[in-house]
């Protein structure tokens, strides 16, 4: 079985510079005050400007060719960028979908002109995008999306409603994923990725507000929003292997195990300075999970560096390390008996109340942990 | 994998297919398997590990790792980590070449004295739960600043096993050991000593990783072949969510305990790794192990099952060498000396460079 050819990797030197330099960045950017650590920052931390001070020092859109902004750096560069400013617990929302997946996939199935118009900006830092994929009847099951794209002249035009469409009322761009043709015993053929500009006046855009009443989530209307051809993503009728490609890529990263680590540095500095570290081992195997996941999820950027497609490896990170997310916020109740508080000035019980406010959606994006474990049992061969 | 590992991967399989446990040739020999080892021993993997110029077969710590996945897979009744990665290298380490044969290693506890006298040193005193001491042939001490080297006959072996029949006996000593079989450390005795516990560790993290994949895979065969209402059990969902929860918990004991190698090769963070190793190793060991038997029914839960050979080492590999809560405890005290701003370099491996806080602003 694949699965079991997943090897460690080793951090080459020039990478661990890479790390020293973003520390020293985070470092600087937290003296001057300039954003307050934060749990579940890549959901909830949107700066436009500290996104463009990251891209003004490369470090988005760094696996992009040269000549579209980018240093051509690997999966394991961009592996350290992120987990570093992840664990710093940064605002890096705005950029992480345009750097995370949809960069990634214009570099791939984009013509030279999208990527052209798309790829600098989202480097600099000051394009950001968002996905338009779940819909009001479709969660998990991808394939069953309804909104429709109708051939018509120089294009498509589309009409449908997206929903949990996280940042769409601050992004510059959407892409949308559309039935170009209607359902057949194939589910999967007929899905096309559609690329539109933002503001359109045929796109509606609505908050979902989360149960703490902040606005991350949007429902999309969209109303015979005219596409010209030259915004077409890809082949019309491929979209689903695009998608589930993007999907597959985003599984794995560190924001599947670290949304809650600021909470976990937190607690700790605050048992050692009460000398309460120690006493208990609760913490270590809490650690020893964290260290563990880590590695895996740095031997699936270590494949999808070597041009490997890792989909079950990264299922099986995500599977783990959202539900370790979960786990530190139980260890931090349980050591530090603080009560969560989200208007505290103290750092720790504001933090443990982002942290359990946000907690449902960790097993829940980019697919659920039921449906992950369903792509490991096809796997093992017994789907 | 690269080609050594894979080549060494794909012999040792085939050696331990052709020689695997019976149980009843177990009984026969004391609970090892003496034709396995000469097996293994003649396909050189018995000293990996241990340099060429001491009379081993070299490689890295990674190598042995990867040869103790495979053994911990078969169940195979032999002192490969005993023999390689701890009593080889310790006579490696004072320059002394390695004797032929099967070997155990002991570490000197307050219950054996070893005296200097003349001619060597007195040895009086027992070491406990000695793992495969009845199958050695020369048994291995690490007494402080000392290695010694002794035949097996020289100490009285009291045998004992663990819960899946390993041979883990107790030896009395009462001999004196000739000074040419007395050797002094080359390196500094505290990190000798750090360095045998952390390889003793790790070891049985890697072979829970082999025999958890084991249990795995009988499990996904077996869910494929049990019928009940009509259809394979496998064909239901929460058998198939259990299966693919044993899959993750393996596949993420098999990455830590390779990188935990990794990080003893190079000495980097080796301590702060093979205690995270061995804690999700022995958490793996008991979830692994229940699933694995509650999907096999009461039909795994007799003698003539195989799944026995994995889940009881599983079980008793979890408290061998320190449990998740001993590990655990040692990360404790790292989380504890990296102090603040230090929890992150600690899991990411990396030099820490201060990163100024509100308070220092």
Request: include cysteine; glycine fraction near 10%.
């Amino acid at each position: 079985m694949d699965l079991w050819n997943l090897r460690p990797v080793t951090l080459p030197a020039e990478l661990e510079t890479l790390r020293r330099d973003i520390r020293a960045f985070l470092g600087a950017e937290l003296a001057a005050g300039r954003f307050t650590p934060r749990c579940d920052q890549w959901l909830g931390g949107w700066d436009a400007s500290f996104s463009r001070r990251l891209g003004e020092r490369g470090w988005i859109g760094m696996a992009f060719p040269e000549q579209y902004g980018g240093r051509q750096a690997g999966a394991l560069a961009r592996f350290v960028v992120t987990e570093e400013l992840l664990a710093a617990g940064a605002p890096v929302a705005a950029h992480w979908i345009a750097d995370r997946q949809t960069g990634p996939g214009l570099l791939r199935f984009g013509t030279e002109e999208q990527k052209h118009t798309y790829l600098p900006g989202i480097a600099r830092g000051e394009r950001f995008f968002a996905v338009g994929l779940s819909e009001p009847d479709t969660g998990s099951d991808l394939a069953s999306v309804r909104t429709r794209a109708t051939r018509v002249v120089d294009g498509w035009r589309l009409s449908g409603t997206k929903v949990w469409t996280s940042g769409a009322h601050h992004a510059q761009t959407l892409v949308v994923l559309a039935r170009t043709a209607a359902p057949a015993a194939d589910r999967h053929a007929g899905l096309g990725q559609f690329i539109i500009d933002l503001p359109h006046p045929a796109v509606q855009i609505r908050p979902i507000r989360l149960l703490t009443g902040e606005h991350h989530f949007n429902e999309v209307v969209l109303d015979e929003v005219f596409v010209p051809d030259a915004r077409v993503l890809g082949e019309p009728g491929d979209g689903w292997h695009q998608v589930t490609h993007e999907l597959a890529m985003e599984r794995s990263g560190p924001e599947r195990i670290l949304s809650t680590f600021p909470l976990l540095a937190v607690a700790t500095e605050s048992l050692a300075a009460a000398g309460r570290l120690g006493e208990r081992c609760a913490l270590g195997s809490v650690v020893a999970r964290l260290w563990a996941l880590r590695q895996m999820s740095l031997a699936v950027a270590g494949r999808l560096e070597a041009g490997g497609v890792p989909a079950v490896e990264a299922a099986a990170v995500k599977d783990l390390g959202t539900r370790f997310e979960n786990t530190v916020i139980d260890c931090v109740r349980m050591l530090t008996q603080v009560e969560p508080d989200p208007g505290a000035t103290d750092e720790l019980p504001r933090m443990l109340a982002e942290a359990v406010l946000h907690s449902p959606g960790f097993t829940l994006r980019g697919g659920t942990n039921e449906i992950l474990r369903g792509v490991i049992a096809r796997q093992l061969g017994v789907r | 994998m690269n080609d050594i590992i894979e080549a060494l991967d794909a012999s040792v399989r085939s050696v331990c297919g052709k020689y695997g446990a019976d149980d009843e040739a177990l009984r026969r020999t004391d609970g090892w398997n003496p034709s396995l080892w000469s097996a293994l021993e003649s396909i050189g993997v018995t000293t990996l590990s241990v340099p060429e110029e001491y009379g081993g077969s070299g490689g890295d710590v990674v190598t042995a790792v990867a040869v103790l996945e495979v053994l911990g897979e078969y169940a195979a009744a032999v002192p490969f980590a005993e023999t390689a990665l701890l009593a080889g290298r310790l006579l490696a380490g004072c320059g002394v070449q390695v004797p032929p044969g099967p070997l155990a290693a002991i570490v000197a506890g307050p219950e054996l004295q070893v005296q200097p006298t003349v001619g060597g040193v007195q040895m009086s005193g027992v070491a406990r739960r000695v793992p495969w001491a009845r199958a050695a042939e020369h048994l291995v001490v690490l007494a402080e600043d000392q290695v010694i080297l002794l035949r097996r006959a020289e100490g009285l072996v009291a045998q004992g096993t663990n819960i899946a029949g390993e041979p883990r006996d107790d030896v009395a000593f009462d001999c004196t050991v000739p000074a040419e079989r007395v050797y002094w450390l080359r390196g500094e005795p505290q990190r000798v000593l750090r360095e045998q516990r952390l390889r003793t560790t790790l070891a049985r993290a890697a072979l829970i990783a082999g025999a958890a994949r084991r249990a795995l895979e009988l499990t996904v065969a077996y869910a494929g072949e049990r019928e009940q209402f009509g259809r394979p059990i496998k064909k239901f969902q929460a058998v198939q969510q259990h299966l693919a929860a044993m899959a993750g918990e393996v596949l993420l004991t098999k990455i830590a305990v390779e990188a935990a190698a990794v990080a003893v090769d190079t000495d980097s963070g080796a301590e702060v790794a093979v205690a995270a190793a061995k804690t999700v190793a022995g958490q793996a060991a008991g979830l692994v192990a229940s699933l694995a038997h509650q999907i096999h029914g009461a039909l795994g839960y007799t003698e003539e099952h195989p799944l026995r050979h994995s889940t009881t080492r599983l079980w008793a590999w979890r408290d061998e060498a320190g449990n998740e809560a001993a590990c655990s405890a040692v990360l404790d005290q790292h989380v504890l000396a990296a102090g603040k701003g230090g929890l992150w370099p600690l899991i990411s491996g990396a030099a820490y460079v201060p990163v100024p806080t509100k308070e220092s602003r």
